[in-house]
């Protein structure tokens, strides 16, 4: 699978501080993400594009880092 990673605080109308990738697939359908960061505390939306043969998914997964 291929992985995009994108995000940011909704409510400050900015995305990521950081561009986050995938840098290693560990088998099992397990993904090492390098390269997350969160700058403030809030509320954040991180999505996960997924791209596998000819399909085409997003995950994404709400934060409130206090």
């Not at 995305?15 to 840098?23: A, D, F, I, M, Y």
């Not at 791209?51 to 880092?65: G, P, Y």
Request: charged share 15%; hydrophobic share 40%; no cysteine.
């Amino acid at each position: 699978a291929t992985i995009n990673i994108d995000g940011g605080m909704p409510a400050h109308g900015h995305g990521l501080p950081t561009q986050p990738q995938v840098t290693r697939a560990l088998g099992n359908g397990n993904y090492l993400v390098e390269g997350m960061r969160f700058n403030m505390p809030g509320a954040w939306v991180v999505n996960f594009h997924i791209f596998f043969r000819n399909d085409f998914d997003t995950a994404t997964v709400e934060l409130n880092l206090r």
